[in-house]
């Protein structure tokens, strides 16, 4: 009898341990911008029938809930929070939150409360909203010796929350990530001249990745004569510009100086002639 007690009371706890940790729990949320990202809790749709009310609600406001009045399920929307005016969809029959057109000042933690009885559940979603992420820009340079190495640049501007990789076939050779800052990242990589492999660089997130593809020795017969690769040509030119705009701005700074100095030797030479 005591045995079967003892069992009894550890299948409770058990029991009672898992249900408060799947209720504290706080569920992670990635999302991108501009898309739309449902809230749920796992149960059947059948169930919501038994619960009074089911609550959403952000950190300090109240969005929606679902009431039961009369055996009937109502729904309300709590207008009370610019940013989720006309975004939140309700759904009666699972209880779920859609966020339509989600944009960034969405991202926090939502809870979810239902009231069943005197018990209320609640689960928790840590919703993070990440921008669209670009494509990849890789920027060659193959000298036209056949023994030397091809360098290769693989960069992504404006970007947060992201890693860049270079890939040999499905193999990582290398990685950079950067986290809050928004700033322009560049991952170098140096291959032979001759590679027949297929490289690729991936820019990733929670949410999304973008893959661009370089086959070397395609680039390295397309810039023999030349040494540049296909896609260095509007980079290049952008430097050469850049560039010629800095030694002209030197340039006429430097004249402006002379000129500047000649004209004030000339005054003096006048004055001590006057004198």
Not at 119 to 135: D, G, I, M, Q, S
Not at 228 to 254: Q, S
């Amino acid at each position: 009898m005591i045995q079967a007690f003892i069992w009894f009371c550890l299948c409770f706890c058990h029991l009672v341990g898992v249900f408060v940790a799947e209720t504290n729990a706080v569920k992670s949320v990635p999302v991108t911008e501009g898309d739309s990202v449902t809230l749920k809790y796992d149960f059947r749709s059948a169930d919501i029938q038994g619960y009074d009310m089911i609550e959403w609600m952000t950190e300090k406001l109240p969005l929606a809930r679902i009431k039961k009045v009369n055996g009937t399920l109502s729904t309300t929307y709590y207008n009370n929070d610019w940013r989720f005016i006309d975004r939140l969809q309700l759904d009666n029959h699972t209880g779920s939150l859609t966020i339509t057109n989600i944009r960034h000042e969405h991202s926090g933690v939502y809870k979810q409360s239902i009231k069943f009885g005197n018990k209320e559940p609640v689960e928790r979603y840590n919703v993070t909203v990440y921008a669209p992420l670009p494509v990849p820009v890789i920027i060659s340079f193959c000298p036209p010796n056949p023994s030397s190495v091809c360098s290769l640049l693989c960069s992504a501007v404006n970007v947060s929350h992201v890693t860049l990789s270079w890939y040999k076939g499905n193999s990582l050779l290398s990685s950079i990530s950067v986290s809050d800052l928004s700033i322009s990242l560049s991952l170098p990589l140096e291959v032979e001249h001759q590679d027949k492999n297929i490289y690729s660089c991936v820019i990733n997130n929670p949410t999304s990745n973008h893959t661009k593809h370089l086959n070397v020795s395609q680039l390295s017969r397309l810039s023999s004569d030349s040494g540049w690769g296909c896609d260095t040509i509007e980079p290049v030119i952008r430097l050469a510009v850049t560039a010629l705009m800095g030694v002209a701005a030197v340039t006429a700074i430097v004249v402006l100086g002379y000129d500047i100095k000649s004209r004030t030797r000339e005054g003096r030479t006048d004055i001590n002639i006057r004198h």
